[in-house]
Structures are given as structure tokens and as C-alpha cells.
């Protein structure tokens, strides 16, 4: 009786601590993303409604500015790349 509970146990633990690494992970590199420096993109009108202008460390509480013209930088919309509707921020003013 004590082998048959071993045995079926044991296979569900292994999943168990699999699973659970898994989401520890996936919400550790969901984390990193958060914080990680991304391009900033100004507004422009051009056939691209966003251009690349420099890197945004995207932490802290000061919106991430252009050094070139003082324009406001914009994180590039993943599913739309002609949108860039979200300001980016950086830990230095």
C-alpha cells in the first residue's frame, strides 16, 4: 500500500515542482521587462508615425525626454509599430 501511494505521488510531485518553476520564470523575466531599457520614439509625421530617437531606462519618475530636441519619447506599440501611445519615464531628469 505504501509503494502504490509512492508511486502515484512522487510522478505528481515532479509535475507540481515543474509547474511551479515554470511561473517563477515567467514572472521573474515579466519583471525585467518592466524595467529593462527600451528605445524611445518621438511623434513624427511620416509614413512611420514614430521614430527611433535614443534609450529610456523606463524606471523611476521623470518622463524620458529627447537630449537632441527636448521632445517627449513614446514606447513603440508591439501590435500596431506605426503607434507609439505610451510615455516612457527614466530615473534621472
Known amino acids: 500500500m505504501r509503494t502504490k501511494i509512492f ?24 519583471a525585467e521587462s518592466k524595467t529593462a531599457p527600451e528605445w524611445g520614439y518621438k511623434h513624427v509625421n511620416a509614413p512611420q508615425n514614430c521614430e527611433r530617437v535614443q534609450m529610456c531606462d523606463n524606471t ?20 500596431n509599430p506605426t503607434s507609439c501611445p505610451n510615455v516612457l519615464k527614466r530615473s534621472v531628469q
Open 7 to 30: 508511486d502515484l505521488a512522487a510522478p505528481i510531485a515532479v509535475l507540481a515542482f515543474g509547474f511551479l518553476g515554470a511561473l517563477q520564470a515567467d514572472a521573474t523575466s515579466k
Open 60 to 79: 523611476g519618475n521623470f518622463i524620458c525626454t529627447s537630449d537632441i530636441d527636448g521632445s517627449t519619447l513614446y514606447e513603440l506599440d508591439a501590435e
